[in-house]
């Protein structure tokens, strides 16, 4: 069964401190794994794609590498305005238009 | 602004009652999707249409039916409301598979 597990479930940082997200995944193939940002009472905003192992993405302080079975999400000293839960999700190569979700971790940020 | 409307934004609902969630996006996206969200567990997928005329059943689809109205629009019916459907759904669109999801913002339904 396909499955994603974010860690850790939520995560204080101060500002300038930086650290990383984990998705653990397993899939029977790999089309995507996908990060997205959550604010509250808002939709999730798309973050990054990553579609094979040793890939790498970056969005200002946000980093995004990919194994073959885990994803991380670096976040390099990390802003208030960085406070959010983000989310991580695969699609499978056979699940056709499926995407499975995890929980989220929840990140806030301290100035 | 591009991108995916629903409407209502929040709902209070009787059990029994029905109602239909709407949902429109303005991207040209081929496929459509709705999700629901609850405390504690990730996004799970309700229905979706990979293209204009084709719908399918996602992970938990008991109690909901859709209508992909036409390329723009997708709908999403609650029947007969129950308490266990009291959650944050969301619509999405996507130009197909393999590529990141347009979220809309939401709708907060609460059966009582």
């Known amino acids: 069964e396909d499955q994603v597990t974010q860690s850790p479930e939520a995560l204080r940082l101060q500002e300038g401190e930086s650290s990383s997200l984990n998705c653990s995944y397993t899939?029977?193939?790999?089309?995507?794994l996908f990060w997205y940002r959550q604010d509250p009472g808002k939709g999730p905003e798309f973050l990054f794609t990553l579609y094979s192992a040793g890939e790498e993405k970056e969005k200002e302080r946000l980093k995004a590498t990919l194994t073959k079975k885990e994803s991380f999400l670096h976040i390099t000293a990390p802003k208030p305005e960085d406070s959010a839960t983000y989310l991580c999700a695969v699609q499978a190569d056979t699940g056709g238009f499926k995407t499975i979700f995890g929980a989220g971790t929840r990140l806030f940020v301290k100035a | 602004n591009a991108g995916v409307t629903q409407t209502p934004k929040f709902q209070v609902l009787k059990t029994g009652q029905s109602m239909t969630l709407q949902c429109a996006q303005d991207m040209n996206h081929n496929s459509m999707y709705w999700y629901r969200q609850d405390p504690g567990m990730g996004l799970r997928l309700i229905y979706y249409s990979a293209s204009e005329g084709t719908t399918d059943k996602g992970e938990v689809p008991n109690g909901y039916n859709v209508s992909r109205l036409n390329k723009r629009e997708f709908s999403l019916r609650l029947e007969s409301a129950a308490p266990s459907q009291t959650s944050v759904y969301f619509c999405?669109?996507?130009?197909?598979?393999?590529?990141?999801?347009?979220f809309g913002s939401g709708t907060r339904l609460t059966v009582v």
């Open positions: 899939v029977s193939g790999l089309r995507g």
């Open positions: 999405a669109s996507s130009e197909g598979q393999g590529v990141g999801y347009t």
